[in-house]
């Protein structure tokens, strides 16, 4: 079993910020980590949650919040970091042009991949592993992103446009 906390909860109780750094600074993201897993402990060590005397570690993302904005953001979507709030992609409501237009995009050179990735490389090379994962979010979700609430409407209308969207999506 696997639990997330809201970022409101840890903004709240343990004043952990979720902007733009807390994903992509390295060095925040280990401290912040080692805070959490010293805070679960705290609180719910006699659950099994949280390490006593949790140590750095070569975390790439959170294993405590979820925070899905890796796919929408690479394939167009401005991503909203607040510090209070998981990471949320304003919805673009692409055109049936633009969405016909869209092809799977090279993840090592565009953003906000590429900067992950050498993140991870520079993390691996110093620690030798890495731990977490980079939150990819849903496929519908993503295509509800993008496409709005038309999406509905393109399931039943035009299947074979829902196809290429969710494919350049996965």
């Known amino acids: 079993m696997e639990l997330v906390f809201h970022p409101n909860w840890w903004y709240r109780n343990y004043g952990i910020r979720f902007d733009r750094s807390f994903y992509f600074d390295r060095e925040r993201r280990i401290r912040d980590d080692v805070i959490m897993r010293r805070t679960l402990y705290d609180r719910f060590g006699d659950l099994g949650m949280g390490e006593p005397d949790p140590q750095p570690r070569p975390v790439v993302g959170s294993m405590y919040v ?81 496409r709005g609430q038309r999406l509905f409407l393109d399931f039943r209308h035009n299947p ?11």
């Open 66 to 146: 979820a925070g899905g904005f890796v796919v929408p953001a690479l394939l167009g979507a401005d991503v909203v970091f607040r510090d209070d709030q998981a990471p949320w992609p304003r919805p673009v409501e692409m055109p049936d042009a633009q969405i016909m237009a869209l092809e799977s995009p090279d993840i090592e050179a565009t953003s906000p991949m590429r900067e992950l990735i050498a993140d991870m490389d520079l993390l691996e090379a110093e620690y030798g592993a890495l731990l977490g994962d980079c939150d990819t979010d849903g496929v519908l979700n993503t295509a509800l992103c993008l």
């Open 160 to 170: 074979e446009f829902v196809h290429h969207l969710f494919a350049v999506i996965a």
